[in-house]
C-alpha cells in the first residue's frame, strides 16, 4: 500500500515569507507526527495529532509554525515569516496505534531552503 | 526529560567486518520503547526494530542483532558481516510512557563501508 506522501520534495523561499508544507498520512493511520531534521538540532520532534485530541504542540520552536490535520488525515505545517535557520528537511510521520504503541512510518521529507 | 546519546558519529568498515553501533538513553519512566531506523542516503527513515522497555531478550534478524541492557541503559545495534548496501546513517530514538508519544532520537552514526 502506499506510504506517508509528502510534498513538496524541495521548496525554495525567500526569508521572511510564509510557507505550506504537506502531509498524506498512511490511510487508516489515526497519529501524525511532524519532525525536523537540520544540520545543528538533528531530528528533533515537532507536533503530534492523534485522532480528534488536540494536538501537542510542545516542540515547535516558535509561534512562526503552526499545524493543522483536516478531517483526522492530511496535515499541513505552516511557516511563517520564515528565517534562514529554519532551513532544514520536514519529516512527517504515521501510526496506526496511538502512544508509544504506534510504530511510526516516515515519510520522505520536504527539503526547505530559505535564502 | 528523554535523551539519547549515539558516541560515534561516524564509523568507517571494510566490507564483511563486523560493527557495532552504541547507544545510551536516559529517562525517569518505567514503561518506554526503544528503536533504531535507518536513514540511507535517499533520507528516508526506515524503522528496523523496536523493543520494550520490559523485554530485554537480546534479538537477531538476519545480519542485525540488537543488545538491550536495562542496567546500561544500553541498546546496542551490531551488524555482522557488514555490505555497501548497510552504509547509511542510523538513530536510534526513545518513546516514553509519560513523554508525550514522540520520538526522541539520537544524533545519528554514519556507518560507512567500503568495498
Not at chain 1, 49 to 55: C, H, I, K, V, W
Not at chain 1, 66 to 72: H, K, L
Request: hydrophobic content about 30%; charged content about 20%.
Amino acid at each position: 500500500g502506499a506510504g506517508v506522501s509528502q510534498s513538496p520534495s524541495n521548496k525554495v523561499t525567500e526569508k521572511g515569507k510564509d510557507v505550506e508544507l504537506r502531509c498524506d498520512p498512511i490511510s487508516g493511520h489515526t497519529a501524525l507526527y511532524w519532525y525536523r531534521q537540520s544540520l545543528g538540532q538533528g531530528l528533533e520532534f515537532l507536533i503530534y495529532f492523534q485522532g480528534n485530541s488536540a494536538p501537542d504542540k510542545s516542540g515547535l520552536p516558535s509561534d512562526r509554525f503552526s499545524a493543522e490535520r483536516t478531517g483526522g488525515s492530511v496535515s499541513t505545517l505552516t511557516i511563517q515569516r520564515t528565517q534562514q535557520e529554519d532551513s532544514a528537511v520536514y519529516l512527517c510521520a504515521s501510526s496506526a496505534a496511538a502512544g508509544i504503541l504506534g510504530e511510526q512510518y516516515f515519510g520522505p521529507g520536504t527539503r526547505l531552503t530559505v535564502t | 526529560a528523554q535523551k539519547v546519546t549515539q558516541a560515534q558519529t561516524e564509523i568507517s568498515v571494510v566490507e564483511k567486518e563486523d560493527v557495532t553501533l552504541d547507544c545510551v538513553y536516559e529517562t525517569r519512566d518505567t514503561t518506554y520503547y526503544l528503536f533504531w531506523y535507518k536513514q540511507p542516503p535517499s533520507g528516508e527513515l526506515v524503522f528496523l526494530i523496536r523493543r520494550n522497555s520490559f523485554d530485554e531478550q537480546n534479538e537477531i534478524s538476519g545480519r542485525y542483532s540488537w543488545n538491550f541492557q536495562k542496567s546500561t541503559s544500553s541498546f546496542n545495534f551490531t551488524i555482522t558481516a557488514s555490505q555497501v548496501v548497510d552504509s547509511a546513517v542510523y538513530f536510534c530514538a526513545l518513546s516514553a510512557d509519560n513523554a508525550g508519544n514522540m520520538l526522541t532520537f539520537g544524533g545519528g552514526t554514519r556507518l560507512m563501508v567500503k568495498p
